[in-house]
């Protein structure tokens, strides 16, 4: 059930329907049973799962609270890991790395028997799998005191707003808006609909047109010229941002009708000067994430310059795998990685260098989009030597057609009010400056919005990118 289909839409209208004359706790239950119902829409077969993480986490939370034996709280943590990783891993990477060790057996002269499963990866299992094992977490470091409702506690888990693609919510933000009394308001109706709106002309307006070039180039069924390869990346690039924080967006939104307030995921990640801004802007959710329970548990800073380059390195290959069971995925993280160590090492080097002119800050930001683009081929490439075959196009095959033309025309007239929006967020540092906008180009933004959802909206329905990861 996709958020731009007329399938959500009657869902929501009941669901929300419903919630409005409902009391506080009434509208919890009703939350939790429609966020299962969305998520069994998916697939039935995978509720368990999500029932299995939220019945753990929340029985584990509640011991290691009520202990003070550190052993004792150690274990519970690691009984936590083991269930959420053990599931996580097994339904998204067995397959993976059974088939690597198969085709290393394969190059030594052995012939293994075939181990694969075939398994289908449960939709947003990686997003709710972090959710709730940051609780935990969080509880282990008496950072944060577990609930004792249950039923709030798997609704924290599953709210259908952000469930299958984010953001990865945490239990400081998000419980504490369940277990306290929310109520709709004209504000948060009217800031909703903007940002559902908004988040839905990203999706079919701009990142499923420009999905069009983007999987023509890395399907192959265009010639590789560097034209091609190169508008091709860019295009993977607004498709892979319009795609997910359309996502993100219509998540706050439709949290927004409810009384939630749901996290920023996104801040206009290309408009960042260095890799580390650029992971501050992007994924946000995920990013801190990585932080808060990886990277600085495996010492972050504090032991030597060394020991954090490493730690980056790690941090950023796991999460390359994150997003999904292939090698490209690894070399993604490991880019990143790289990115981020470099740019620690000048940045150390150059910390007493005046404050970049205007010119510079300029430079800079086009030097990190295009890094981050060239993550982006590594990102979207079917594999390795699908990207050395386009790396070899942009050096020796020179070339620009005629349909190059025409899809960068298509790009950028779709990208138009994408930019506006951007730069207007971009200046005042408000992510809700259109509705802040006077009224004249206010109107002419809705205007723009709306005309491009009528004209140009792409029916064809096409799912979320992060919804396989």
């Known amino acids: 059930m996709l958020f731009n289909s007329l399938d959500f839409a009657l869902f929501f209208l009941v669901v929300f329907a419903a919630y409005a004359a409902l009391p506080a706790r009434g509208q919890n239950r009703l939350l939790l049973v429609a966020s299962y119902f969305f998520y069994g829409c998916w697939d039935w077969r995978f509720l368990s799962l999500i029932a299995l993480s939220t019945a753990v986490d929340f029985t584990v939370a509640r011991g290691i609270?009520?202990?003070?034996?550190?052993?004792?709280?150690?274990?519970?943590?690691?009984?936590?890991?083991?269930?959420?990783?053990?599931?996580?891993?097994?339904?998204?990477?067995?397959?993976?790395?059974?088939?690597?060790?198969e085709a290393l057996a394969r190059t030594l002269g052995f012939d293994p028997p075939g181990l694969r499963l075939g398994l289908v990866l449960p939709v947003g299992i990686s997003f709710y799998t972090f959710q709730s094992m940051s609780y935990t977490i969080d509880v282990y470091r008496r950072q944060l005191k577990p609930t004792r409702d249950f039923l709030d506690y798997a609704l924290f888990v599953s709210l259908f707003t952000q469930l299958v693609a984010g953001p990865i919510e945490?239990?400081?933000?998000?419980?504490?808006?369940?277990?306290?009394?929310?109520?709709?308001?004209?504000?948060?109706?009217?800031?909703?609909?903007?940002?559902?709106?908004?988040?839905l002309f990203k999706k079919v307006v701009i990142g499923d047109?420009?999905?069009?070039?983007?999987?023509?180039?890395?399907?192959?069924?265009?010639?590789?010229?560097?034209?091609?390869?190169?508008?091709?990346?860019?295009?993977?690039?607004?498709?892979?941002?319009?795609?997910?924080?359309?996502?993100?967006?219509?998540?706050?939104?439709?949290?927004?009708?409810?009384?939630?307030?749901?996290?920023?995921?996104?801040?206009?990640?290309?408009?960042?000067?260095?890799?580390?801004?650029?992971?501050r802007r992007w994924h946000i959710s995920l990013s801190s994430w990585l932080r808060d329970y990886l990277y600085i548990p495996l010492g972050g800073n504090r032991r030597g310059p060394r020991r954090t380059y490493l730690?980056?390195?790690?941090?950023?290959?796991?999460?390359?795998?994150?997003?999904?069971?292939?090698?490209?995925?690894?070399?993604?993280?490991?880019?990143?990685?790289?990115?981020?160590?470099?740019?620690?090492?000048?940045r150390g080097?150059?910390?007493?260098?005046d404050p970049p002119t205007v010119f510079g800050s300029a430079w800079r930001r086009l030097a990190t989009f295009h890094a981050v683009c060239f993550g982006w081929l590594l990102f979207r490439a079917e594999s390795l030597r699908d990207v050395a075959g386009m790396l070899a196009a942009l050096v020796r095959n020179p070339g620009?057609?005629?349909?190059?033309?025409?899809?960068?025309?298509?790009?950028?007239?779709?990208?138009?009010?994408?930019?506006?929006?951007?730069?207007?967020?971009?200046?005042?540092?408000?992510?809700?400056?259109?509705l802040r906008l006077s009224l004249v180009p206010r109107t002419l933004l809705y205007a723009a919005t709306a005309g491009g959802l009528i004209l140009f909206a792409n029916t064809g329905s096409r799912a979320f990118i992060y919804f396989q990861f």
């Open 311 to 346: 730690n980056l390195l790690a941090t950023m290959v796991l999460g390359g795998l994150w997003h999904g069971a292939a090698w490209t995925f690894v070399f993604w993280g490991l880019f990143h990685g790289l990115l981020l160590a470099i740019h620690r090492f000048v």
């Open 209 to 279: 047109n420009v999905a069009g070039w983007a999987d023509q180039v890395f399907s192959g069924s265009v010639a590789w010229t560097s034209g091609s390869v190169l508008l091709g990346v860019y295009a993977f690039a607004l498709q892979i941002y319009c795609d997910f924080s359309a996502y993100s967006d219509m998540a706050r939104g439709l949290g927004r009708f409810l009384g939630f307030d749901i996290m920023i995921n996104f801040r206009n990640p290309y408009f960042a000067r260095d890799p580390s801004d650029f992971w």
């Open 65 to 101: 609270d009520r202990s003070e034996n550190p052993r004792r709280r150690k274990g519970l943590l690691f009984l936590s890991m083991a269930v959420n990783l053990g599931v996580l891993g097994f339904f998204k990477y067995f397959d993976f790395f059974v088939g690597s060790a």
């Open 170 to 199: 945490r239990a400081a933000h998000l419980l504490g808006q369940i277990t306290r009394p929310r109520t709709i308001t004209w504000n948060g109706i009217q800031t909703g609909t903007w940002l559902f709106f908004w988040g």
């Open 349 to 353: 080097e150059t910390a007493q260098v």
């Open 400 to 434: 620009w057609s005629a349909a190059c033309s025409a899809w960068t025309f298509q790009i950028v007239l779709l990208s138009l009010p994408l930019w506006f929006v951007q730069v207007l967020q971009e200046r005042t540092g408000d992510s809700l400056a259109p």
